[in-house]
Nanobody
């Protein structure tokens, strides 16, 4: 079973940065994608990004475009979510998940990490 583990969460001030990492236990292949999701208390889970592992192409949620970016360390099977210019509304538990690329990170994914909390103060 594929295992994913997020790290890098914590506290940040508005305008600050955090870099989240998602370590994947095994190589998944070009037909898979890694998505980052977030869920704030009392709110639905939201897809933040979706990255195809074949070419690294990434879809980003409109409200994070220009502030968040995704990078892949293929040698280490790690996906990073760089979050800059953080806003209080970015406060949430962040999860990474894997699934077939054709799902485009929509709906249920195959495997999920346990999440890491990001809290942004104003």
């Amino acid at each position: 079973e594929v295992q994913l583990a997020e790290s890098g969460g914590g506290l940040a001030q508005a305008g600050g940065s955090r870099k989240l990492s998602c370590a994947v236990s095994e190589f998944l292949g070009d037909d898979y994608a890694i998505g980052w999701f977030r869920q704030a208390p009392g709110k639905a889970r939201v897809r933040v990004s979706c990255t195809g592992l074949g070419d690294g192409s990434t879809w980003l949620l409109d409200e994070v475009k220009g502030r968040f970016s995704v990078s892949i360390d293929n040698a280490k099977n790690v996906i990073h979510l760089q979050m800059d210019d953080l806003k209080p509304e970015d406060t949430a538990a962040y999860y990474c998940a894997s699934g077939p690329l054709v799902w485009a990170c929509q709906g249920n994914m195959d495997y999920w990490g346990k999440g890491t909390q990001v809290t942004v103060s104003s």
